[in-house]
């Protein structure tokens, strides 16, 4: 089936965005080379953050992996009907998500050739040691239902029991990637900003605001290139998941001010001052802080009214906000804002490189060019088999449209002109 | 439980466990402890644990130095002069530095900038070995942490969990950085975590760590299961701190202020 995605209805802009990713991510390798043959000390990471953008990163895309979940658990849970024509979308959200969140570790380890200790000398009681255990397990559920669900459309029939069997099994994983996340940080003694009990329920808030406002974004994507509709009532669903997920988490953000300002504790205070405002002198988070500030306002303006979260146009925007705004405060000022005070009491800054922002590009790169090609692939599969998802072409002028496709690629001129031969553009 | 864990963590001691050359030893202290074979000790709690006491009226500028100087260029600590790359075992710190719950706003810089012998802990609940996911990083029968770093992988998150700044990463290529090379210990390459030893080689052929010998009188070292032992009296007799004591990780280290 796979094939589909490589050969079938491609385009020259297609191939052109393939190869585009691809060089990007050609560009991150070599920086990676780079990173391996001089030393970690060409990152903006020191003795003080020994964590910086890579585990930042890492954070971010478990959550999103984590939020494709809210598809999956109403529709194999509580049968919800309208998500039916995406799950396999948040499914196969989640299979680039946790490449993307896995190679964060892998840049980020200092002597990745002897990674597979982790394996070797398992140990429980280390929580990156739970991460290297359900990531992976997470990774090859998503991998087998997703591909299972879509082989199953592609013949016309329903998937299997033992498909759904695993899509529910995945649903507690979902949970536990992102939480042992969290506890990552959750259990260390002296960071502050990490050491609260609210961290899990956080994380998981904000990923089930971050993943469904992404797969809004991508089903948006999708209609704009390819016709693909995910119809009107799955999106109103996601929008008002993304609404409720992303409040939740606004609330527990304002949660840690009041804590950290009332009790007036300073080592609680000290990573949201360094963040928000400023801290010993240190203050080159702040224009990303205010930005975030500005990107919650817009995305709670947007998403609470149903008036603007049903207007088209203003979704995209709510969800884009939503997205970028979960991207600042988790994936690029967590990590670093926790570590930022050292344990002598004194503000450690942080320089991102050239050689760390490669390597992260590149990262991006490889997970939208699989992301590309899945999702290509669930449009080639829905546009052949599933015309519900295409309403504006007509089943029975399908045939004639080949047909005339064929003539027209092999300059066979015919007196009867096919009725959708020049309707139903190709994909950009 | 916590016997369990102690059991648990001491997987991978048998080098250091090895307390059967007692009679190299030129101090009667560390003699005394190390008695005892291998296999006697292996696996087993020793009923030895090793400590250390700072007496900062004694501790002044140059026996740190002293001390810094011999503990680096006997374990090969690279020799990196930027905050952000550097490889630190043993240092000086500020008291407002290394005590910071403990300083107030009125304080006097002279007790401020006091500067005091920084070293591991060696905690007896090491938040370190607790976050390592290979077991790298672990206690040793006399409740020394340490370090195997053939297997440490570079991960860090025992730097983001240590709550004393103890651990370096080797973010340079530290053999870049050795004026020269001691044969007897072994250099590091870029990419792990290294930290204080508490000298366990040499505790494990009946010497004192280096800092101790260097520093003539200033650390007192031995056994704190002992109440005999001179570093028990000194903690007995004399008014002394510990770092961030309110987090839990017990630390063995102790300053006479």
């Known amino acids: ?428 | 439980m916590e016997m369990n864990r102690r059991k648990f963590l001491k997987l991978g001691t048998a080098a250091v466990a090895g307390l059967g050359v007692a009679a190299a030893s030129s101090n009667p202290a560390v003699a005394a402890a190390v008695n005892g074979s291998y296999k006697e000790s292996a696996g087993k709690r020793s009923d030895v644990t090793w400590g250390m006491v700072i007496d900062m009226k004694k501790m002044d500028e140059a026996t740190l130095n002293r001390c810094v100087e011999a503990c680096h260029k006997y374990h090969n600590v690279p020799n990196i002069d930027t905050q952000k790359d550097e490889v630190k075992w043993i240092w000086g710190e500020t008291f407002e530095h290394l005590f910071l719950d403990e300083v107030h706003d009125k304080m006097g810089d002279k007790y401020k900038d006091m500067s005091f012998m920084t070293i591991c802990n060696h905690c007896a609940e090491p938040v370190c070995v607790r976050v390592c996911p290979v077991k790298a990083t672990f206690m040793n029968a006399q409740g020394v942490v340490g370090m195997d770093m053939h297997r440490c992988i570079g991960c860090r998150n025992c730097m983001a969990a240590c709550p004393y700044g103890a651990r370096s990463f080797n973010y340079k290529n530290p053999r870049l950085y050795l004026d020269e090379i001691n044969p007897t210990y072994p250099t590091r390459m870029k990419g792990v975590v290294e930290k204080c030893n508490f000298c366990s080689e040499r505790l494990a052929v009946g010497e004192l760590p280096l800092c101790v010998e260097e520093a003539g009188g200033a650390i007192i070292f031995g056994d704190i299961n002992d109440p005999n032992s001179a570093v028990s009296k000194a903690i007995a007799d004399n008014f002394t701190l510990q770092r961030r004591t309110n987090l839990g990780t017990k630390p063995k280290v102790y300053y006479i202020v």
Not at chain 1, 104 to 114: E, H, L, T
Not at chain 1, 391 to 408: C, G, I, S, T
């Open chain 1, 1 to 428: 089936m796979i094939e589909k995605a490589l050969v079938k209805r491609t385009s020259k802009a297609y191939w052109a965005w393939i190869a585009f990713l691809a060089a990007l991510f050609a560009v991150g390798f070599a920086a990676y080379i780079y990173q391996m043959v001089n030393g970690f000390h060409v990152t903006g990471m020191s003795r003080d953050i020994s964590w910086g953008m890579y585990i930042g990163h890492l954070t971010f895309f478990v959550g999103v992996a984590a939020g494709g979940v809210m598809i999956v658990l109403p529709y194999y849970l509580h049968n919800v009907k309208e998500f039916g024509r995406i799950t396999v979308v948040g499914e196969f959200l989640a299979i680039p998500a946790i490449i993307m969140a896995l190679l964060f570790v892998v840049v980020d380890i200092g002597s990745p050739m002897k990674l597979l200790n982790v394996y070797l000398y398992y140990t429980p009681h280390s929580m990156l040691c739970w991460d290297a255990t359900v990531l992976p397990i997470y990774l090859i559920l998503n991998i087998i239902v997703g591909y299972n669900v879509l082989q199953a459309e592609n013949k016309g029939v329903k998937y299997g029991k033992i498909v759904k069997a695993l899509a529910v099994f995945s649903i507690p994983f979902a949970f536990s990637i992102h939480i042992v996340t969290a506890w990552l940080y959750a259990g260390l003694p002296s960071r502050h900003y990490f050491l609260t009990a609210m961290l899990p329920a956080k994380f998981l808030a904000g990923a089930f605001a971050t993943g469904p406002a992404l797969i809004i974004l991508i089903c948006f994507i999708l209609n704009k290139l390819t016709g693909f509709d995910a119809g009107k009532t799955a999106i109103d669903r996601l929008a008002t998941t993304v609404a409720y997920a992303y409040t939740a988490t606004i609330f527990m953000v304002i949660c840690e001010f009041f804590t950290a300002f009332y009790s007036n504790v300073p080592s609680h205070k000290a990573a949201l001052q360094y963040l928000f405002a400023g801290y010993h002198g240190h203050d080159q988070f702040v224009p990303l802080m205010m930005v975030f500030l500005v990107l919650v306002v817009v995305t709670l303006v947007i998403m609470i009214p149903r008036q603007t979260r049903t207007n088209y146009k203003l979704l995209g925007f709510g969800c884009a906000a939503a997205f970028l705004s979960m991207y600042i405060e988790k994936g690029l000022t967590f990590v670093i804002g926790g570590l930022s005070e050292t344990p002598f009491g004194t503000i450690a800054p942080y320089h991102v490189t050239v050689p760390e922002v490669l390597i992260i590009v590149g990262i991006f790169a490889l997970g939208f060019l699989i992301a590309s090609i899945l999702f290509k692939l669930v449009v080639v599969v829905k546009k052949d088999m599933d015309l519900g998802a295409f309403p504006q072409e007509d089943r029975a002028a399908l045939p004639m449209k080949y047909v005339a496709e064929y003539n027209k690629a092999n300059g066979i001129v015919e007196e009867v002109k096919a009725p959708a031969a020049e309707a139903a553009p190709e994909e950009a």
